[in-house]
């Protein structure tokens, strides 16, 4: 009996190791697909996006006081690790996995299970289904990160970490599937955003909104002066950004192909315009050009050229970016009259400047420049009101979960910092250090 028992399980384990080949073999098969130029490309961009975090948190921690320096780097910082792994567990499966109703993905692929090396032809058929899933991780990581400028100074590090999985969950996933996933009912109705115009900064500018609102002003707000403590650092977070953002956009042509190329040279170019005509503006209004307004100028038009940089050629970006920066800063000068206290204006610039960027798509965007594309109304198409349409639905998604999180997760604890501890600063109230020893 027992040698009977043993030969069958040897028979067992020889089937399992001829099924492990036949699945390496159909895996190498596969590979044959693969384009290994396309590949390296997209790791090489997601390399780039993944960089933009860290230069997220030092353009941040320029602009708030030096007592909350290292705080504001940590809230951009921890988000390379939290949502890196919440990404793996559950959040690419939610946003890309298979359609339910067009509003949210499947579970089938937690802890990537099934998700291999091989092509998944749904989302690119010459990268390994890894490449794509890492690429999209980088997205998933700056978004809730960018919100953290609207709260900056006065919340808990507890509140913040709780409120950033919950918001990823339930409000970036659904967003990234209703744009990006396949079934999603927004890519389904034919709104463009060719690199998170939609997903990222309009998600997260109405969500920062809203989180300005409910969290209220800092202390002293409007009373005393809130300087930026170190615009070098600022400035160095910029140039970061902006040399990540080539892998953000042109990164999302998924290949390295001739659309890369336009979406690289639209980019620059509207990056570039923008941070002139701010500086231009600023210098008119106020007397003296700055260095933050070039900074706020560039980041305003990279993120208006994010939705249209995949459809559109340099004329359009320029158009793009210099119309952004007189938006943005309109916005800004407003933002002090309506006295609410978005700490670095990431509603200001992420949240109108996406708006405008979606909407501008639905103006500029050609099928001469990317066929799988859509006409916009400057070449007699009807996307103008696709994308209104993604602009109202993403951005009344957005602020109305954000404020149903908040609340919540106000019941379960305190989501602002004692007034002491403000006082103190987050540095040391909350993580028990300091930025600068001197």
Request: net charge neutral.
């Amino acid at each position: 009996m027992k040698i009977k028992m043993i030969g069958k399980r040897l028979l067992l384990l020889a089937a399992e190791v001829v099924g492990l080949l036949i699945c390496s073999a159909g895996a190498f098969a596969a590979d044959a697909k693969i384009d290994t130029g396309d590949t390296a490309w997209v790791l090489a961009c997601s390399a780039l996006v993944m960089i933009m975090t860290p230069g997220l948190g030092l353009f941040y921690a320029g602009m708030v006081r030096r007592k909350n320096v290292l705080a504001t780097i940590m809230q951009s910082f921890i988000m390379v690790g939290l949502v890196g792994v919440l990404w793996v567990v559950y959040g690419y499966s939610l946003a890309f996995g298979h359609d339910h109703w067009g509003i949210i993905g499947s579970l089938d692929w937690v802890f990537l299970r099934n998700v291999g090396l091989t092509p998944n032809p749904d989302y690119s058929a010459t990268i390994p289904h890894q490449a794509f899933v890492i690429f999209q991780a980088m997205f998933a990581i700056i978004t809730p990160a960018l919100i953290t400028g609207a709260f900056a100074e006065r919340m808990r590090f507890k509140a913040f970490m709780i409120f950033s999985a919950l918001w990823l969950t339930f409000v970036y996933c659904p967003i990234a599937h209703w744009v990006w996933g396949t079934g999603g009912w927004l890519k389904t109705y034919g709104a463009l955003d060719f690199a998170g115009g939609i997903v990222v900064h309009i998600s997260s500018g109405v969500a920062a909104l809203c989180c300005a609102l409910v969290l209220g002003v800092r202390k002293g707000y409007g009373r005393d002066e809130f300087t930026p403590h170190n615009l070098t650092m600022t400035l160095i977070g910029t140039g970061l950004l902006w040399f990540g953002w080539f892998g953000f956009n042109a990164g999302s042509a998924l290949a390295a192909n001739g659309i890369a190329v336009a979406s690289f040279m639209a980019t620059n170019t509207a990056g570039a315009t923008a941070a002139m005509v701010w500086l231009f503006i600023e210098w008119w209004h106020r007397g003296k050009p700055t260095a933050l307004g070039a900074a706020t100028g560039a980041i305003a038009g990279l993120a208006a050229v994010t939705p249209a940089s995949g459809y559109i050629g340099p004329v359009a970006a320029m158009a793009i970016g210099g119309v952004v920066s007189v938006i943005c800063y309109l916005a800004i000068i407003i933002k002090g009259k309506l006295a609410y206290d978005d700490s670095l204006d990431v509603f200001g610039v992420h949240g109108v400047g996406g708006m405008w960027g979606v909407l501008a798509t639905g103006l500029f965007a050609t099928t001469a420049i990317n066929a799988a594309g859509a006409n916009g109304l400057f070449h007699g198409g009807g996307l103008l009101i696709k994308q209104l349409v993604a602009v109202l639905a993403v951005g009344a998604y957005s602020f109305g979960v954000t404020f149903i999180l908040l609340k919540l997760i106000g019941v379960i604890t305190p989501l602002r910092v004692e007034k002491e501890d403000e006082e103190t600063g987050l540095d040391l109230s909350q993580h028990g250090e300091i930025g600068y020893n001197l």
